[in-house]
C-alpha cells in the first residue's frame, strides 16, 4: 500500500531529498493502476513534493525600507 505523503512530512527534508524523493515516488507511480488507492496517494504525494519544492523557490518579498 503506497502511504500519501504529507506537507508537514516535507517541511525538513533538503531540496536534494525532495527531488530524490519524487524520483522514487514518480517511478513507484507507473506501477500502480489508475484509480486505486495506492496510485491517488502518489499522485497527492508528487503534489506535496512539488509544492514544497516551489514554495523554496518562489522569490520571497522585500520588508518594507524606511
Known amino acids: 500500500m ?8 516535507l517541511q525538513h ?3 536534494t531529498e ?4 519524487f524520483q522514487k515516488v ?3 507511480m507507473v506501477k500502480t493502476e489508475p484509480g486505486t ?3 491517488r496517494n502518489a499522485c ?7 509544492r514544497a ?3 523554496r523557490q518562489a522569490p520571497r ?3 518594507p525600507s524606511f
Open 44 to 50: 497527492g504525494s508528487l503534489e506535496n513534493i512539488k
Open 37 to 39: 488507492d495506492d496510485h
Open 2 to 9: 503506497f502511504k500519501l505523503i504529507t506537507a508537514w512530512e
Open 26 to 28: 514518480s517511478q513507484e
Open 13 to 15: 527534508r533538503t531540496d
Open 18 to 21: 525532495l527531488c530524490t524523493l
Open 53 to 55: 519544492i516551489n514554495t
Open 61 to 63: 518579498p522585500k520588508p
